[in-house]
T-cell receptor, first 119, second 115 residues
Framework: GAVVSQHPSRVICKSGTSVKIECRSL??????MFWYRQFPKQSLMLMAT?????????EQGVEKDKFLINHASLTLSTLTVTSAHPEDSSFYIC???????????????FGDGTRLSIL | AQKVTQAQTEISVVEKEDVTLDCVYETRDTTYYLFWYKQPPSGELVFLIRRNSFDEQNEISGRYSWNFQKSTSSFNFTITASQVVDSAVYFC????????????FGSGTRLQVQP
């Protein structure tokens, strides 16, 4: 079945570092991918919708200059956390769905997530 | 706006007990999808089920069963004869039919199955 691959699975870095997370759809094309964030013991919250070939759509309260999203191909979306600080430490997870005719009749497929720890 | 409520924050049962996880949702859409995901301690989301709003048939898959009641906007999940491996956080989620297909998640229910 469809699989979404997310890399890296874990990042530990110093404050001020920029971190790039990749999300790939392995056997299908994804015109739209979603990025979620999950703080410890909390639910998953949508951060942004990544659209292939166009600008991402950010949810209210998410800084677009802080969380840069690039969706340059139909199988790859990247999330870059720029100048990360300890409060950005979280679990980031992407998802994609097979779209047919602008609609999806498939369940969302999630990557395995990236645990980001900023020291 | 869409909303998913999982009122049970944490449930603890003894192995072989049956357990039901509640999910209540709100949406203005007439067509929507409901989901259940399992999140073990390792963090990945494991897809369990997707239900279309027009399909109110209950579903059974092994020890898992789902009860969709459109009249009460509920989509409850029952695990029969629970096992220690069922210990995880379970999320109920909702997505709209058209437009963006992002999921709105409930707050999750942490299930602990004691041996």
């Amino acid at each position: 079945g469809a699989v979404v691959s997310q890399h890296p699975s874990r990042v530990i870095c110093k404050s001020g570092t920029s971190v790039k997370i990749e999300c790939r759809s392995l056997d299908f094309q994804a015109t739209t991918m979603f990025w979620y964030r999950q703080f410890p013991k909390q639910s998953l919250m949508l951060m942004a919708t990544s659209n292939e070939g166009s600008k991402a759509t950010y949810e209210q309260g998410v800084e677009k200059d802080k969380f840069l999203i690039n969706h340059a191909s139909l199988t790859l979306s990247t999330l870059t956390v720029t100048s990360a600080h300890p409060e950005d430490s979280s679990f980031y997870i992407c998802s994609a769905g097979l779209m047919i005719g602008g609609h999806s009749n498939q369940p969302q497929h999630f990557g395995d997530g990236t645990r980001l720890s900023i020291l | 706006a869409q909303k998913v409520t999982q009122a049970q924050t944490e449930i603890s049962v003894v192995e072989k007990e049956d357990v039901t996880l509640d999910c209540v949702y709100e949406t203005r859409d007439t067509t929507y999808y409901l989901f259940w995901y399992k999140q073990p301690p390792s963090g990945e989301l494991v897809f369990l089920i997707r239900r279309n709003s027009f399909d109110e048939q209950n579903e059974i898959s092994g020890r898992y069963s789902w009860n969709f009641q459109k009249s009460t906007s509920s989509f409850n999940f029952t695990i029969t004869a629970s096992q220690v491996v069922d210990s995880a956080v379970y999320f109920c989620a909702l997505s709209e039919e058209t437009g963006r297909r992002a999921l709105t998640f409930g707050s999750g229910t942490r299930l602990q199955v004691q041996p």
